[in-house]
C-alpha cells in the first residue's frame, strides 16, 4: 500500500490551462512562475524540492508524469529519485527501469547537457513502454557551475512541447538547480572515483602485496598468573578439618602449622593401638618365660610373635596419623588458599588439596588456549598477556611447553595448556587476564581466511 503523498510545502495560485496568448494571460502566467520559483527556493530538503517541482510544476505547463533523475554514484547511468503522483518509487519496477535505460541509452548518442526530445518507444523497445500512454519524452538537464548535468527532468507526454512551454522548463530547471546546489553545498552526488585501466593494474598489485605480506598468526586465549613449582598441601588421610592456622596469601616459614585436623578419633585409635600392642607383648612374655615349663605353651610363640608384629604395626600407623593431623609447611613461601571459612569445619578426603606453598617470585603465564585456536607452536615463541587490572601494558613472556592433548576447561571448552616464562618483572600470582600467543610466519592472506575456511569446511564437512 502506498503512503499518503505530502502536502505542498506553499501554497499559490492555481492555473488549469495554458496561457493562449492575450497580454493579461501572459501577466497571469508570469506571475505563477515567479510565484513557483519563489516556492522552489523555500525548500528546505532535497527529497521535499524534488517532490514538490515533480508534481506542481503543472501550473506552469501541462504533462502527463513528471520524473526526477540523478546521476547514479556509481557508473554513468541515471536514477529515478521522484516522480509526479507518486509517494515512493520502486526501483525495480519495470517502467522505471525501462526509461532509465532509454535515458542512458540517449547519452551514449547525444550529450544530456541540452534538452533533448525523443520518442520513448523507438528508442528503447520495451514492453513497459509500449503500454505507458505517454510516448513523448523531454529531457530538461539541471546543470552544475561547471555546465555538467547531475540531474534532469524527464516529462512524459502525449504530444511535443511548444516553443513557449520549452522556454518555461528551462527556466524551471534553472531554478530547481540552483535551489538543488544550494541545499547540497554545490556537491549534489557524492559519485565515486571512476578508475582507469592503469589505476586499477595498481591497486591489483598493491592488494597482491598486502595479502601476500608475511605475518604471523596470532590467537587470544585466557590466561593466569600461576606458581612455577607450587607444593600442593593435601589431605592425608579422609577427616575433618578443625582450624587453619594461617591467612590467605600469608608468608609461611618452614615447618610453620598451617593446618589442624580434628584428632579425637586419632587418638582414641592411637590408645587401642597402643593397648593391643601392650596386650599382645604381655602374651608373648608370659609364653616365653613358661615354655620351659610347659610344651604346650612352646608351639604359641611363633603366633604370639605375629600378633605382636601385627600390634606394632597398628600402633606406628595410629601413630603417624596422630602426628599427620599437624600439617606443617614443607618449605618457605606464600601459603596460597581461598578462605578459612571455607575449609574449617569442613570434611575432606584422602587426597584433596587444600592450599599451596608457593614462592613468590617464582610465577609463570599459564594460557588455556582453545582447540578452535590450535596452531604450530614452537618453544621460545613469543607470548604477551594483558593483566584485566591492567589492561595499557603487557607483559611479555616466552612459550616453554604446550600440552600434547585438549583438556575441558572449568567453563566446558576444549583447550590446550600452555606455560610461558615471565621476561621481566613477576606480577600477583592469581591474576588473571588475556594472553596473545605468537605463531609461525604465514601470508597476510592465509590469516585472514584461515577462520572462515574452518568454519567452512567444518559446516560442509570437506
Known amino acids: ?79 529515478t529519485k521522484c516522480v509526479s503522483s507518486l509517494a515512493t518509487v520502486d526501483p525495480n519496477a519495470p517502467l522505471i527501469d525501462a526509461l532509465e535505460k532509454a535515458v542512458s541509452n540517449l547519452a551514449d548518442k547525444f550529450t544530456l547537457a541540452k534538452p533533448r ?76 572515483p571512476v578508475l582507469d585501466s592503469r589505476k586499477k593494474k595498481w591497486i591489483a598489485i598493491a592488494i597482491a602485496v598486502v595479502l601476500l605480506f608475511p605475518v604471523r598468526l596470532t590467537a587470544l586465549a585466557p590466561a593466569e598468573i600461576v606458581a612455577e613449582r607450587p607444593y600442593v598441601v593435601a589431605a592425608p588421610f579422609s577427616g575433618r578439618i578443625a582450624s587453619v592456622e594461617v ?71 595410629a601413630r603417624q596419623l596422630a602426628i599427620q593431623s599437624t600439617i606443617t609447611a614443607p618449605r618457605e613461601g ?3 588458599f581461598s578462605d578459612r571459612r571455607d575449609w574449617e569445619g569442613r570434611a575432606v578426603n584422602v587426597g584433596d588439596p587444600i592450599m599451596q606453598v608457593v614462592n613468590p617470585a617464582e610465577v609463570m603465564i599459564r594460557i588455556d588456549l582453545p582447540s578452535a585456536e590450535q596452531m604450530s607452536l614452537e618453544r621460545g615463541a613469543k607470548v604477551k598477556m594483558w593483566l584485566d587490572s591492567q589492561p595499557l601494558w603487557a607483559i611479555d613472556g616466552l612459550l616453554e611447553a604446550a600440552s600434547y592433548q585438549a583438556r575441558q576447561t572449568p567453563d566446558g571448552t576444549l583447550a590446550f595448556a600452555l606455560t610461558a616464562k615471565i621476561d621481566g618483572a613477576n606480577p600477583r600470582i592469581g591474576s588473571r587476564g588475556t594472553a596473545q600467543v605468537y605463531g609461525q610466519w604465514v601470508p597476510f592472506v592465509y590469516s585472514l581466511l584461515r577462520r572462515p575456511i574452518s568454519a567452512l569446511r567444518q559446516f560442509v564437512g570437506i
Open 334 to 336: 606464600m601459603a596460597l
Open 117 to 192: 526530445e525523443f520518442d520513448a518507444q523507438r528508442s528503447r523497445p520495451d514492453e513497459a513502454l509500449s503500454d505507458y500512454p505517454y510516448t513523448q519524452m523531454y529531457w530538461q538537464p539541471l546543470l552544475d557551475a561547471e555546465g555538467s548535468p547531475f540531474a534532469g527532468l524527464l516529462l512524459a507526454r502525449e504530444e511535443t512541447l511548444r516553443n513557449g512551454e520549452k522556454i518555461r522548463i528551462a527556466r524551471i530547471g534553472d531554478t530547481t538547480a540552483h535551489s538543488w546546489l544550494a541545499l547540497t553545498g554545490k556537491k549534489p552526488v557524492r559519485r565515486l
Open 247 to 317: 591467612t590467605p596469601n600469608a608468608p609461611v616459614t618452614e615447618g610453620q602449622v598451617l593446618l589442624r585436623f580434628d584428632d579425637i578419633r586419632l587418638t582414641n585409635e592411637l590408645e587401642l593401638a597402643k593397648e593391643r600392642l601392650a596386650v599382645a607383648r604381655s602374651r608373648l612374655e608370659r609364653s616365653t618365660s613358661s615354655a620351659f615349663a610347659e610344651r604346650d605353651e612352646t608351639s604359641d610363640i611363633a603366633i604370639m610373635q605375629a600378633e605382636v608384629e601385627v600390634a606394632q604395626a597398628e600402633f606406628d600407623y
Open 1 to 79: 500500500m502506498a503512503a499518503p503523498l505530502p502536502e505542498p510545502t506553499k501554497t499559490r495560485p492555481q492555473l488549469s490551462g495554458v496561457a493562449t496568448g492575450g497580454s493579461s494571460g501572459d501577466a497571469k502566467m508570469l506571475a505563477v512562475l515567479l510565484q513557483f520559483e519563489a516556492d522552489i527556493r523555500r525548500q528546505s530538503t532535497v527529497a521535499e524540492l524534488q517532490y514538490f517541482v515533480a508534481n506542481e510544476a503543472r501550473a506552469i505547463l501541462p504533462y502527463g508524469q513528471m520524473f526526477v533523475l540523478r546521476q547514479a554514484t556509481i557508473g554513468k547511468g541515471y536514477t
